[in-house]
DNA sequence: CGCCATAGGGTATACGTATACGCATAATAT
DNA sequence: ATATTATGCGTATACGTATACCCTATGGCG
């Protein structure tokens, strides 16, 4: 007998049975220094044993902030099936475990690049800030980030790092990662290393990777062929495509860097097709290192981001915008794992 | 000049606007018959033209709904890796496609198995309902179950449908899977069928799997071999450790089927370390057609489950359930995906 | 011994929405 | 013509928390 217990406790009740008054309770759970330590414990114990959880809408209603981030994902534009690029899914883990470290929610949600994700997510009071994950075209977001910016709206983007970038960007070092990738190629004999992937301002992170392929080869004395290069979005289908053109085009080469490791299957196939051994006949290298990789036949050799450190690095990096301070662009190095795709 | 464009408009705004009071607007937005058509037109009028979104926390508090689900992932206790199971992700897109579509708002959190899951969303008021997903022990979750049941938490899960599974269960018919299996196997003549995974109640999904091979043995005419079942977790490891242990016992078989893909890449990994050829020694069957199963080598033959029908009638079932409505269980069918590795 | 700062906590109120009621006017029924 | 019922909307209020402001003791200080 008492009070009946299925009700989802209060404030007030806490404040009752501690003999205090509610604004009380709720100091005393936030941290309030203004409590004194006896009664801070006395309602942290009659809290816990209530099995009080503050309600979420009431205090962010009044607080105006959530606790709560929100995770867009990007898809590309297939048509129906959900196609959904398995790097960013493997940033997943580490985003969500992230915010459950600082104590915030995260919601998430795959947006259709021309939806008006922009303004859906601010005006609702649903989160805090937003972190935009995906591949597609810069271009076609550039105007709803610059809305964004203008809207004073916290977000962070997984992207190219460069100065031009709108908002804050983590992203890692794709200009390095090339030149890794480059630098082995060079290293087992390569000089005619076709890329495959769009190099053009549509996809800047591609274009940063195939700038430092092109460092790293005249770091060697080759001069990069702009022939070599065949424009790809990251599909199988688009690299099996792409390696065929090349191959129809009757140019020569001994290796190619496709701009992820979807493109760098669909080459592989393509270049089976053609009876053109990996690695003896063309070296192979891929990007992202995804599950698939390891299973190929040849396995994959690929760049391998830090996804763990991305995740987290994004996280912490809207927090600190949230929290007013302005965070810095970051980029984060790659690695390269070696596998039989370039093992001559 | 007007009214400050920056803040963000209330209900109140669009009121004074339309020269009704703030309850109409809430009436008119939310449909209820109540309001004049050319008044709720009017309201609506505004409400795009100021860009107005209804407040989430407010309208949670004063409604106590939400419109929100919880999606709780389950990690197999690895200690440190993200190693999420690729099939549950890939069920993310269509559960967060048709909580889109119906209007809910999308959480989502990774959970270790002994965390106090049970308690963290149904008191915060901050999920209406919760989808849980991942394959683990079943008999560590059994009492948490018990308590959301008693605690009236709305929730849905994925895995074995049968009659004593706890809540409001989704999930694929994993006997008629094995039977789907066990006949192709036995149709290209194998008689001697191993099966790598955990058959015991604490994995009913692989019980059930197991279950449905014996099936369709027995409707071949053939005796299964207890002997030729090991256990074995979904990881590559655990599948590897598995076909070895089974090899070494020097008993005869001549195909596998593992509970799932990631098991069976182990396996294909141990049959050709003990030269062992795959699919002429030892046909091989997987489940759950991730994307590495068809570029392992030979090619996976595995057991595809319809997760975009399993995603949509998750959302279903759960907001059937919150809407008070006793939802019942439901199977989907599964289908069989022949490639090499038991192509003869 | 009066004065002021400080700790500790109470009082009042706002956050923005969604309902329970009540009250007109208009439309029907009798 | 009066009684009855819908229709359409306004009034009042509650949801549970967080903060601005105010008040009371205490202790230190001159």
Same mark, same amino acid.
Do not use: K, N, P, Q
């Given at each position: 007998m008492g009070r009946q217990p299925s009700a989802k406790p209060t404030s007030f009740d806490i404040a009752y049975l501690a003999? *205090?008054?509610q604004p009380t309770v709720s100091r005393a759970l936030r941290g309030s220094k203004s409590v004194s330590a006896a009664t801070r414990a006395n309602i942290e114990r009659i809290a816990r044993e209530l099995n009080y959880t503050v309600d979420k809408n009431a205090s962010s209603l009044r607080s105006q902030r959530t606790h709560t981030l929100a995770l867009l994902f990007f898809e590309d534009p297939t048509p129906d099936e959900s196609m959904i690029n398995p790097f960013f899914l493997s940033m997943l883990g580490s985003i969500t475990r992230q915010c459950a470290l600082k104590g915030y929610d995260l919601l998430i949600s795959f947006q259709q690049m021309h939806n008006d994700w922009h303004v859906a997510y601010q005006d609702s009071h649903r989160s805090d800030g937003i972190i935009l994950l995906g591949y597609?075209?810069?271009q076609l977001y550039r105007t709803k980030l610059e809305h964004l910016v203008e809207m004073d709206t916290k977000f962070v983007r997984w992207g190219s790092v460069s100065d031009d970038s709108?908002? /804050?960007? *983590?992203g890692s070092d794709n200009v390095g990662a090339g030149e890794l990738a480059g630098a082995h190629l060079v290293e087992i004999g390569r000089r005619h290393i &076709?890329? /495959?992937g769009d &190099?053009?301002?549509? &996809?800047p992170e591609f274009q940063d990777r195939y700038a430092g392929l092109c460092r790293a080869m005249r770091a060697a004395g080759i001069a990069p062929d702009p022939g070599l290069q065949a424009g790809a979005v990251s599909s199988e289908a688009s690299g099996y495509a792409a390696a065929k053109s090349l191959l &129809?085009?009757?140019r020569r080469f001994d290796a190619i860097f496709a701009a992820s490791d979807l493109i760098a299957i669909g080459a592989m196939r393509a270049l089976a097709e053609a009876n053109l051994r990996c690695p003896q006949d063309v070296a192979l290298i891929g990007f992202d290192d995804i599950p698939a990789a390891s299973q190929t036949s040849p396995t994959l050799t690929t760049v391998m981001q830090d996804m763990k450190g991305a995740g987290e690095l994004l996280v912490d990096a809207l927090l600190r915008r949230i929290a007013g301070a302005d965070a810095e662009r970051t980029m984060l190095p790659a690695k390269l794992i070696k596998r039989q795709s370039t093992a001559v």
């Open positions: 003999g *205090v008054s597609g075209d810069y709108i908002g /804050l960007t *983590v &076709a890329f /495959l &190099a053009s301002e549509h &996809a &129809a085009s009757g």
